[in-house]
């Protein structure tokens, strides 16, 4: 290896990999030796490693951009397409949106209306005697022990008995 190196072996010898390392591909230059341009000519230009010359490859080139090109148009097209049939899609839904939403509306606002009247009619009954139902049904009665209320079981127990029996004159 040491003889290769040194130059010792013949060129026909040299490994291509020696020779290259070595610098003798294109022959030992001085270092103060003034490197002329070494021009090869057109046929000693090294071919594409494919094998394929350069026309060639220009055309397989043109060739793979347009069948790129052909893709993406195809992608775009596809692309298109979905968009415009989810806003149909979406269309379609939000119709069926407003539809459930204004049903809804309509719906509550008769059942508001029913529970006015009832409400109207309940507090207008003007019957004699029926003052503290009136009275009793705007309070809770439902004992539940909550530490953050003041107690009210007293009140709750004197209305019930005026409900029920009503105010005694004397």
Do not use: C
Not at 63 to 84: F, G, I, M
Not at 161 to 170: A, F, L, R, Y
């Amino acid at each position: 290896m040491d003889d290769i190196l040194d130059g010792n072996v013949p060129e026909e010898e040299v490994p291509v990999e020696a020779a290259e390392a070595s610098g003798d591909e294109l022959g030992a230059v001085a270092m103060d030796e003034p490197v002329e341009a070494v021009e090869q000519p057109a046929e000693s230009m090294p071919e594409p490693m494919n094998g394929l010359t350069t026309e060639e490859e220009h055309e397989t080139i043109r060739a793979w951009k347009a069948k790129q090109a052909e893709a993406l148009a195809e992608r775009d097209a596809k692309a298109e397409s979905d968009n415009e049939e989810l806003k149909k899609q979406a269309a379609e839904e939000l119709s069926k949106w407003k539809a459930e939403h204004a049903k809804g509306i309509s719906d509550r606002e008769a059942s508001n209306k029913e529970d006015e009247a009832s409400f109207i009619q309940q507090r207008d009954n003007a019957a004699p005697g029926s003052e503290w139902e009136r009275v009793a049904f705007h309070v809770d009665f439902n004992v539940k022990s909550n530490r953050n209320e003041k107690d009210v079981s007293r009140m709750r127990s004197i209305l019930l008995q005026v409900k029920q029996h009503g105010i005694k004159s004397k």
